[in-house]
């Protein structure tokens, strides 16, 4: 089992940025890709970005490809999302996943998800 713990989301202007944190304990961390989504209002959660295990791959919605960037730091168990250039549409609840495969970027290849933070982008 592995516990996932979002922290950062909040309000922010649009063209401003947020960084998102993703705490994890107990499983292999260390051994599974990890990825972000979000969903927003009457929407399906849609997928955002993904890294492998080691840090060396990742892969990015077209939608957010250039602004966001995500990382990962084994040691410390964690997983980030830097978000850029905020637009009204990224507003979400954006949820961490730790995964199964390389570079998934379906929900159906992910097993753990954490409750999720609120980003809000206002115009």
């Known amino acids: 089992q592995v516990q996932l713990v979002e922290s950062g989301g909040g309000l922010v202007q649009t063209g401003g940025s947020l960084s998102l944190s993703c705490a994890a304990s107990?499983?292999?961390?260390?051994?599974?890709?990890m990825g972000w989504f979000r969903q927003a209002p009457g929407k399906e959660r849609e997928f955002v970005a993904a890294?492998?295990?080691?840090?060396?791959?990742?892969r990015y919605a077209p939608s957010v490809q250039d602004r966001f960037t995500i990382a990962r730091d084994n040691a410390k168990n964690m997983v980030y999302l830097q978000m850029n250039i905020l637009k009204p549409e990224d507003t979400a609840i954006y949820y961490c996943?730790?995964?199964?495969?390389?570079?998934?970027?379906?929900?159906?290849?992910?097993?753990?998800w954490g409750q999720g933070t609120q980003v809000t982008v206002s115009s």
């Open positions: 890294i492998t295990w080691g840090g060396v791959g990742t």
């Open positions: 107990g499983g292999t961390f260390s051994r599974l890709p």
């Open positions: 996943a730790a995964g199964t495969g390389i570079l998934p970027d379906v929900k159906e290849r992910y097993n753990y």
